[in-house]
Structures are given as structure tokens and as C-alpha cells.
């Protein structure tokens, strides 16, 4: 089972040039925050709250070791 990281992506209007550019920085920057926060969530959980998700502690370490660069 995947573990899928959970946020919502903001409809937004394509701008052009350089505020494009910062605009797609930002989203980046802030699934990368996201992401992490989610993973570090999963450190502090214990066997029976993964339990209540679905997840295993397998699968949670797994994620958890994941590289933020290849998601």
C-alpha cells in the first residue's frame, strides 16, 4: 500500500514570466513542507494510531525514508 501525502492544491491562474516563476518556487517550496511535516507526523505516531490509518509501521518507515528531491 502507497502512503499518498495529503494536501490541497490551490487552483491557480498560470501567470507569465518572472512572477511565474516564483509562483511555481512557492509551490514547490510549500509541498516540500508539507511533505516533510507529514513524514515527521508518521515518526511520532504510535503502532496503534497507524493502525487507525491504515498504515503499517513498515510502510510508515518507508515513507518516512523517502528522498524529498524523487517524490
Given amino acids: 500500500m502507497a502512503i499518498d501525502t495529503i494536501f490541497v492544491e490551490e487552483a491557480c491562474n498560470r501567470p507569465a514570466g518572472l512572477r511565474a516563476?516564483?509562483?511555481?518556487?512557492?509551490?514547490?517550496?510549500?509541498?516540500?513542507?508539507?511533505?516533510?511535516?507529514t513524514r515527521h507526523a508518521l515518526v511520532e505516531m504510535t503502532d496503534e494510531q497507524l493502525r487507525d490509518i491504515g498504515v503499517s509501521r513498515a510502510e510508515a518507515t518507508r515513507?518516512?525514508?523517502?528522498?524529498?528531491?524523487?517524490?
Avoid at 516563476?21 to 511535516?37: K, Y
Avoid at 515513507?63 to 517524490?71: A, C, G, P, Q, V
Wanted: hydrophobic share 40%; glycine share 0%.
Fill in 21 to 37: 516563476l516564483l509562483h511555481h518556487a512557492w509551490c514547490a517550496c510549500h509541498a516540500w513542507s508539507i511533505t516533510r511535516r
Fill in 63 to 71: 515513507e518516512i525514508r523517502k528522498s524529498i528531491y524523487w517524490d
